[in-house]
Nanobody, 120 residues
Framework: EVQLVESGGDLVQPGGSLRLSCAAS????????MSWVRQAPGKGLEWVSA????????NYAEHVKGRFTISRDDAKNTLYLQMNSLKPEDTAVYYC?????????????WGQGTQVTVSS
């Protein structure tokens, strides 16, 4: 059974930083592209960032480019999202999402999400 478990969400002040983690199990983690997707209160799902299997290619939504960094440690079956210069509009539930392919083509498994709140 595939399991994706996010952690690291918290309340942080504007301008602060957080690192989210996603521990994966029940799959050959290194074979698959992974993404972070978020959902702000009262809004729809929004793709944030993706990383190809092997980690050589990463992509970001325009509004997080330069502030967020996605990475993976295949030895630990873990996906990360380093978030710097956080803004109130980054407040959302952040989901770790697996693709069925080595490049990001769409989701097939989702984690339960971790809450990030940016507020003074």
């Amino acid at each position: 059974e595939v399991q994706l478990v996010e952690s690291g969400g918290d309340l942080v002040q504007p301008g602060g930083s957080l690192r989210l983690s996603c521990a994966a199990s029940g799959l050959s983690f290194s074979k698959y592209a992974m993404s972070w997707v978020r959902q702000a209160p009262g809004k729809g799902l929004e793709w944030v960032s993706a990383i190809k299997s092997g980690g050589s290619v990463t992509n970001y939504a325009e509004h997080v480019k330069g502030r967020f960094t996605i990475s993976r440690d295949d030895a630990k079956n873990t996906l990360y999202l380093q978030m710097n210069s956080l803004k109130p509009e980054d407040t959302a539930v952040y989901y770790c999402v697996k693709s069925w392919s080595s490049v990001w083509l769409g989701p097939d498994y989702w984690g339960q999400g971790t809450q990030v709140t940016v507020s003074s």
